[in-house]
């Protein structure tokens, strides 16, 4: 029998449960859109497993069908994604995997578009934003979703870039069983999904790290510290020409914030050095944005 605070414990849970299966939930009815939408009618291919599973139910059509023949193809990858990235990411991957199959079982919206190319880009953006709300979660749909979470974690390789890496593999095949022409559409629709899920999962959130070099540094290092209330590194440098020693800060602040601190930098030294740079992950109290796996 659960004890009071493991029940309060699981009550506290349900609005984090149910938040991440909704999330699960849509994410996978946007891809089956594009998948019995596009994907299908057009006879693209897909990257990973949907992939794999697409080719096996063009070449044998018929039973079983392609919800449950991904379904089928996905159950050796979770043992991975319980030894190696987790138990809660696995459970959440078991459930985003039955609904994603149940979704493309019977989510069945057609989308009239007869151009080709214009379909592998449209297919690519929609599959794309469905795979990143389902990484927002924190489970996934199965298939290359795991493995790229697990080299996410043990090497920090984009999730869109090892997709795409993976993708190349079944694009290859059907190049070969079905037709160049198809391929290369294909290629087209992954590229966009890919850049899509970077977009969803890690695009909305960037930070910045910027670097600033002024005599005025005190000054510039109080306004972002009170004002825009983020950190800051001061770094001990020194002048390659003259010599001088310089204070350099630094400091990792949002996309949004970005505005605001080129307003203070310009009302205090307009002619301060800066420089901003792109991060791929930040770790750490508040500014952090890495994934949640």
């Known amino acids: 029998m659960k004890s009071p605070t493991a029940?309060?414990?699981?009550?506290?849970?349900?609005?984090?449960?149910g938040w991440n299966l909704a999330l699960l939930a849509t994410g996978s009815i946007v891809c089956a859109v594009a998948i019995n939408g596009i994907l299908i009618p057009k006879q693209f291919v897909s990257g990973g497993f949907l992939g794999l599973a697409l080719t096996i139910h063009y070449l044998f059509p018929g039973p079983p069908s392609l919800g449950l023949l991904f379904l089928l193809l996905n159950l050796p990858l979770f043992a991975l994604s319980w030894r190696f990235v987790g138990r809660r990411f696995f459970l959440y991957s078991v459930a985003g995997m039955l609904i994603f199959s149940a979704a493309v079982e019977w989510i069945r919206i057609p989308v009239p578009l007869e151009d080709k190319l214009l379909g592998a880009l449209l297919a690519?953006?929609?599959?794309?934003?469905?795979?990143?709300?389902?990484?927002?979660?924190?489970?996934?749909?199965g298939g290359t979703d795991i493995l790229s979470v697990l080299l996410l974690?043990?090497?920090?390789?984009?999730?869109?870039?090892?997709?795409?890496?993976?993708?190349?593999?079944?694009?290859t095949g059907a190049a070969f069983l079905f037709s160049l022409e198809g391929a290369l559409y294909t290629l087209i629709y992954l590229y966009v999904s890919s850049h899509m899920v970077n977009l969803v999962v890690t695009g909305l959130s960037?930070?910045?790290?910027?670097f600033i070099i002024s005599p005025r540094w005190e000054e510039i290092s109080k306004g972002i510290l009170e004002g825009i209330r983020r950190g800051v590194t001061v770094l001990y440098g020194q002048?390659?020409?003259?010599?001088?020693?310089?204070?350099?800060?630094?400091?990792?602040i949002t996309f949004r914030e970005?505005?605001?601190?080129?307003?203070?930098?310009?009302?205090?030294?307009?002619?301060?050095f800066v420089?901003?740079?792109?991060?791929?992950?930040?770790?750490?109290?508040?500014i952090g944005n890495q994934p949640h796996w």
């Not at 929609?126 to 927002?136: C, E, F, P, Y």
């Open 239 to 252: 002048g390659g020409f003259t010599g001088n020693p310089e204070r350099i800060l630094y400091t990792v």
């Open 206 to 210: 960037q930070r910045k790290a910027v």
């Open 7 to 17: 029940w309060k414990s699981l009550i506290d849970s349900l609005p984090r449960i």
């Open 153 to 171: 974690q043990r090497f920090s390789i984009r999730l869109g870039s090892t997709i795409l890496a993976f993708n190349g593999v079944i694009l």
């Open 275 to 286: 420089v901003v740079t792109d991060t791929l992950e930040v770790m750490g109290y508040r």
């Open 258 to 272: 970005l505005a605001r601190l080129k307003r203070l930098i310009r009302s205090v030294d307009p002619d301060a």
């Open 124 to 141: 690519g953006i929609i599959n794309g934003l469905g795979s990143g709300i389902i990484l927002r979660s924190q489970g996934s749909a």
